[in-house]
């Protein structure tokens, strides 16, 4: 009798994929096979846990349905591809290799369908304040997105490199203790930190140009400007 050694399964993976809208990708150049006893893959199969047509076999005639699995040979990898859905969306597709004897586990991935980012907008108005007064910038500067991204970061920027961003401590306010931000050159802030930004006038009877654009995640949106009015305490 000639004894058959123990078979280890295929370990199949593939990354999660982020694309553009009606986006193709070509599977081959995402999938990683393995195999610890150096078996060929003869086969695999496909899955699209949502039911959507997200896969394209240029083997099977186009877009197949893979809601319940759908199997094919190896040499047909090469003609698979995903597409990206027509709005914005998320999938979740699975895929598993067979070695002539064992399949592997499933390995899930998620598709990423997302429309082109739009930059986000603050809006802040012209401010006047008494000498040395403050006021917190989240109560006069409003952030939208039209995508919903919240603001990972703000840049700020005094075009004459005076002082009037403050920075307050944590636990404190525009009177409290904290840093003034040297914005001459451009000055950028993490959103959290942003909770404590205030702005502060100046010492004495002073207009001066201030600026601020915001960051998505993903790109700057432009550059808002506005005026600071110092009047004199009454």
Do not use: C
Request: hydrophobic share 30%; aromatic share 12%; charged share 25%.
């Amino acid at each position: 009798l000639t004894s058959q050694m123990p078979n280890t399964k295929p370990v199949v993976t593939v990354a999660d994929q982020k694309v553009g809208l009606n986006e193709w990708r070509k599977v081959p150049d995402l999938i990683r096979y393995s195999d610890a006893d150096g078996d060929q893959v003869t086969k695999y199969e496909v899955r699209d846990t949502s039911g959507v047509n997200n896969w394209w076999l240029g083997s099977g005639g186009g877009f197949i349905d893979a809601s319940k699995g759908y199997e094919l040979e190896s040499w047909q990898l090469d003609t698979l591809w995903i597409q990206g859905d027509a709005g914005s969306s998320t999938q979740t597709l699975q895929v598993r290799a067979y070695d002539g004897r064992d399949w592997s586990d499933w390995d899930s991935f998620t598709l990423t369908t997302k429309a082109p980012n739009r930059k986000p907008v603050v809006t802040v108005s012209d401010q006047t304040l008494n000498q040395n007064g403050f006021k917190k910038a989240s109560d006069f500067i409003t952030y939208k997105d039209a995508d919903e991204d919240a603001a990972s970061k703000y840049k700020l920027w005094d075009s004459e490199g005076g002082q009037n961003w403050w920075l307050a401590n944590v636990g404190q306010n525009g009177s409290g203790t904290g840093k003034y931000l040297d914005a001459s050159a451009g000055y950028e802030i993490s959103a959290s930190d942003y909770a404590r930004l205030y702005l502060r006038a100046d010492s004495k009877n002073l207009t001066s140009s201030l600026f601020i654009q915001p960051h998505d995640g993903e790109v700057w949106g432009d550059w808002q400007s506005f005026k600071l009015n110092t009047l004199p305490n009454q």
